[in-house]
Every structure is written in structure tokens, then in C-alpha cells.
């Protein structure tokens, strides 16, 4: 007897759902695990006559009760231009795997901002910029911490890997990325990860303290100038 085509629908979503949560139960690996409690949101600033697109960045660690611990990069917009030449090269066809990475490569290199040489700054293109890069370190952040994505290593090591010294900047010494998590027990504390992307220079701040003039890093954050970490207060 055949399988009729309202059983074979039927068949095929439960396999769906039961895919989908075979997906969600897959526990992340370390290189990118600790992307899930990261958030990102850009902004602009003139430096210099030059707009800089500002990543303001937000790691929420639930073990880290005393606080968040966020930091500001800022990078002109040709900075962005050489991050998406080195992510091109790391996601450029070539290597076989069941990620998302020519897709990926398609996004990055179709819908990237293009490079104005007329009235750069001018208010509509400068937001609509900001806009851009801002969908696509989401999107990039997104992959990262897809399950279904975490079987490649170009994308889980090199292509992390880039994205997190981008994200951290000049405020990071480059460490290995899995520092970042802590789902393993035999990792250390939050603190491996703090003393290598947050300083007593870096803008730091906790939430609820967005509006109106900024406290200073002093009055929100004990520093540890022998670490260089700042535990800020919630």
C-alpha cells in the first residue's frame, strides 16, 4: 500500500521537527559559544572629518553576576572594506562543507556597502552604511552560532576567528577565542576573556546608563590595572 501524499507531508514535518530540535540540542563548541551572549549594535562618530562606524559590544556572561562587560571599537569605513576582503578569502569556494559559507560569501561580497567617493558623508549614505554593516555582523554572528553550521572549520575556526578580532580591536591580545566560553569545566573563569578585551582606557559601561552624559569607566567599573579587567557594576 502507498504512502499517501497527506502521509508523506505529515512524515516530512515530524522529520522537520524532529530535525530542528536534533539542531537545538546540539551544544555549540567553544570557538563560537560564547557568541550567543553577545550583543552587537553600531553607531556613527565623526573623528577627524572622517565618519567611523563604532561597534558597541555587550558580552553577557551569567556567571559574571556583577555586571556586563562592553567595550567600543571604532574603525573608519575602509577598515570595513579590508574585513570584507579577508572574509572573502576565507569563504571564497573551494573547500566542501554543508555550512551556510557560499551563501555566506554570496551576502558578503552582493551586499556590502559600496565604496562612495562623492559626498561619503553625506547624512543618507552615511546611515545607510551604518545600516548595512550592521545587518551584516549580525548575519555573520548568526552563522556563526547556527548548529547546523558548526560542522565546518573553516567557518567555526578562521572565519571566528577574523569576526572576534574585528569585534575586539585594538582592545584585544588576540587570545584564543574559546577563552570566551565557559561551558567547559575545565575552562577558567569569565576572567581569561576579560583580561583580554577590556582595559581601564576601554569605553566601558553597563545597561541602563545609555542616556543622558555617561558616567565616567571609574564610576561604574573596579579595574585591576594588573590585569587590565573591569568588572562593572549592574
Excluded at 521537527?17 to 540540542?25: L, V
Excluded at 559559544?33 to 552587537?40: I, P, Q
Excluded at 562618530?45 to 562592553?70: I, L, M, W
Excluded at 562612495?116 to 555582523?137: C, G, H, K, P, Y
Aim: hydrophobic letters at 35%; charged letters at 20%.
Amino acid at each position: 500500500m502507498g504512502v499517501t501524499s497527506t502521509a508523506s507531508r505529515k512524515l516530512s514535518n515530524n522529520l522537520s521537527r524532529h530535525n530542528r530540535r536534533r539542531a537545538m540540542s546540539i551544544e555549540l563548541p567553544e570557538a563560537t559559544a560564547w557568541l550567543e551572549n553577545l550583543h552587537l549594535r553600531m553607531e556613527t562618530a565623526v573623528k577627524n572629518r572622517r565618519v567611523h562606524y563604532e561597534v558597541h559590544a555587550t558580552y553577557a556572561q551569567p556567571c559574571f553576576q556583577s555586571g556586563d562587560v562592553a567595550w567600543v571599537v571604532s574603525y573608519p569605513f575602509d577598515a570595513y572594506r579590508r574585513f570584507r576582503k579577508q572574509l572573502l578569502r576565507k569563504l571564497q569556494p573551494g573547500h566542501t562543507c554543508l555550512a551556510e559559507c557560499k551563501w555566506l560569501h554570496s551576502v558578503v561580497k552582493k551586499h556590502f556597502p559600496k565604496h562612495q567617493f562623492l559626498a561619503a558623508n553625506a547624512s543618507r549614505i552615511v546611515e545607510a552604511r551604518r545600516e548595512s554593516l550592521s545587518r551584516i555582523l549580525k548575519i555573520l554572528q548568526n552563522a556563526l552560532i547556527n548548529r547546523g553550521n558548526q560542522s565546518c572549520n573553516v567557518l567555526v575556526n578562521d572565519v571566528c576567528y577574523d569576526f572576534a578580532a574585528f569585534i575586539f580591536g585594538n582592545h584585544s591580545r588576540l587570545p584564543d577565542v574559546s577563552l570566551a566560553s565557559t561551558s567547559s569545566p575545565q575552562r577558567n573563569s569569565f576572567d581569561s576573556i576579560c583580561n583580554s578585551i577590556t582595559s581601564c582606557g576601554l569605553e566601558s559601561k553597563t545597561k541602563g546608563n545609555c542616556g543622558g552624559s555617561m558616567p565616567t569607566v571609574d564610576a561604574l567599573c573596579e579595574c585591576n590595572s594588573d590585569h587590565g579587567l573591569c568588572r562593572c557594576r549592574a
